[in-house]
């Protein structure tokens, strides 16, 4: 049964709270060295400039249908100022936030906004207005095991875009309209809309997917996971705090589940990959903790297998003796370089299995130089 709204779970105060209920868990916040986000900045400024030149600035002297709607999304997202809009002329239903510090535009396609009426285009213009309120950052990871973390982090933070998406428009039917139009092409006149089979049909096509190779290797999820994710937070609790209402199944066991189908796009290859990243990481490091004094004791060993298995195990300590500690370490820390991409969850798992292994080996202060050179690979 729906749950009563929570004590204390009161309306959000301004933007920077609605949209911060609204990120989804796994949509971490951006996390730029200076010399990227100067970059980023530099790359913002041209495309802004290009965009400028080749589109049409949004006013309510020359659009005002489509201007009313943005006062109208920015009402409801409690903007004071709202990015700028552009239309440019592209037949191909897009549209795009660019980000940077605390600037940004949106540039939607003219073929977006022939395709959609004014209230489903107010789903998509919160959606990337989402993005930009988010700082979801543009960064490209172009090579190497880091390009899974990234798309990965891009894939959840379309899960968050959706959700401001949701709240701009105020209607899951009204925003998952305009989701299925995108994924088709096809307007008003071709469309006979249910809601409820529409999200029944697209939960199935996504249980099939999982099963399937799929989306790991795209920036956006596919439409039925995020048809049907954007219907599971329609029915929590949170959403109703931030839509006026009350009730709805507590935020906690939505995410949870939307976590879990999140996990299974592509057969779960991005969560295998972190798995492996993860599993390599813990065996270096576990043999640079035991075998440090030289002696592996048994409590030691069965720890070490507890941790990662009895292969990892067992090939890592043969390395060791053949190699010596110090390949070892490189090697530990070859193996933490990608985990810097990847979200804090993945941190904290590596920081309390160290910690584990140390309180369960007694080996505590060789377990805290291995946090030390965790947070040393990780920041890099």
């Not at 959000?12 to 949209?19: H, K, Q, S, W």
């Not at 576990?286 to 070490?304: F, K, M, N, P, Y």
């Not at 297998?305 to 070859?334: N, S």
Request: proline share 4%; glycine share 6%; hydrophobic share 45%.
């Amino acid at each position: 049964m729906p749950s009563q709204l929570p004590t204390g779970f009161e309306p959000p105060i301004d933007t920077a709270e609605l949209v911060a209920r609204a990120r989804f868990t796994l949509d971490e916040p951006a996390r730029l060295k200076d010399e990227e986000a100067r970059e980023r900045r530099k790359f913002f400024q041209v495309l802004r400039n290009q965009k400028a030149s080749k589109s049409w600035l949004v006013t309510p002297a020359i659009m005002p249908a489509i201007a009313g709607m943005i006062a109208q999304v920015s009402e409801r997202l409690l903007l004071q100022t709202p990015p700028k809009v552009y239309v440019e002329l592209d037949p191909m239903p897009n549209a795009a936030a660019l980000v940077a510090d605390d600037e940004s535009i949106v540039v939607l396609a003219s073929g977006l906004v022939e395709l959609l009426e004014t209230d489903e285009l107010a789903a998509i213009v919160g959606h990337e207005f989402g993005h930009a309120l988010l700082d979801h950052t543009s960064k490209r990871m172009r090579e190497g095991p880091s390009v899974n973390f990234h798309l990965e982090r891009s894939r959840a933070s379309e899960v968050s875009a959706d959700r401001v998406g949701l709240i701009a428009t105020g209607s899951l039917a009204t925003a998952i309209r305009a989701e299925v139009k995108m994924a088709c092409g096809l307007s008003s006149r071709h469309l006979q809309f249910d809601l409820e089979k529409v999200v029944r049909e697209a939960e199935a096509l996504m249980l099939a997917a999982e099963q399937h190779e799929g989306s790991i290797s795209s920036t956006h999820p596919e439409f039925p996971f995020r048809i049907w994710a954007l219907s599971r937070f329609a029915q929590s609790d949170l959403f109703a705090s931030v839509s006026g209402g009350t009730g709805g199944i507590p935020i906690d066991e939505i995410e949870r589940d939307i976590e879990h189908h999140f996990a299974g796009i592509g057969e779960g290859d991005a969560f295998v990959v972190t798995a492996d990243f993860v599993h390599e990481s813990l065996a270096w490091m576990g043999v640079l903790i035991v075998a440090e004094d030289s002696e592996v004791t048994e409590t030691e060993r069965e720890v070490l297998v507890a941790l990662v298995g009895t292969i990892w195990a067992d090939d890592v300590a043969t390395y060791a003796q053949r190699h010596g500690l110090e390949a070892v370490r490189r090697r530990a820390m070859k193996s933490l370089h990608p985990l810097a991409h990847a979200g804090t969850r993945t941190r904290k798992r590596l920081e309390a299995s160290i910690r584990d292994f140390g309180r369960r080996t007694g080996a505590t202060a060789r377990c805290a130089e291995m946090l030390e050179l965790l947070n040393e690979a990780l920041e890099r």
